[in-house]
């Protein structure tokens, strides 16, 4: 296989089905997620050195490892799962077809073939009126589909849809290639938590 010649590289479709509580009022978009060999469970975020798990549980619980098995190296999914149901969190990526152009999960050397029909993703979430990407290359994508202008980092912009009013978030990247701590990255997230849920306790309970 030729890896300058991206006709040659296969097309990977989504391994997983979008994650929608009816309930939700935040739509979280990824890239597209990395090899399965690199997994630890079978959800959105699935890299055990990925912090997206750690930076909710910081925020909601002021705990990183709330959602960390360390013995396992792994994810309580379960507990995720369960959480996002209840505070309204859906989960899917801004594409549903890639070509990886090089061996690796680094957004930068992925292809797009087919973007996600992210209005079709949002008739599934009624009460949703917040997008969040955690990337650039989400942000990219998905600012080339709906013709907006890209937030600043930990900003957001708003655009309108079928009459209806919406905030893009732009959030650091979950991934420990970006260069910033857990802590600021889960100071970057508050705010738009705060604003969406008003980081009822109720939820930690």
Known sequence: MKLNNALEIPVEQHPLEPFLPANGKLLML???????????????????????????GQVFFNDPLHFVDT??????????????????VGIYDTACAIRRLQDNASDKFLEVVTATDVEALLARMPMCRAIVTTGQKATDTLCAHFGIEQPKMSSYTKFALDEKEFRLYRMPSSS??????????AAAYQPMFEEIFNLDRSFCE
């Open 71 to 88: 013995a396992q190296k792994t994810y309580r999914k379960d507990d995720i799962v369960a959480f996002l149901n209840r505070i309204g």
């Open 30 to 56: 990824g890239s597209f997620p990395p090899q399965q060999k690199r997994w630890c469970i079978h959800f959105y975020y699935p890299n055990y050195s990925n912090d997206m798990w750690r930076i909710f």
């Open 176 to 185: 420990r290639a970006y260069p910033m701590s857990l802590v600021k990255k």
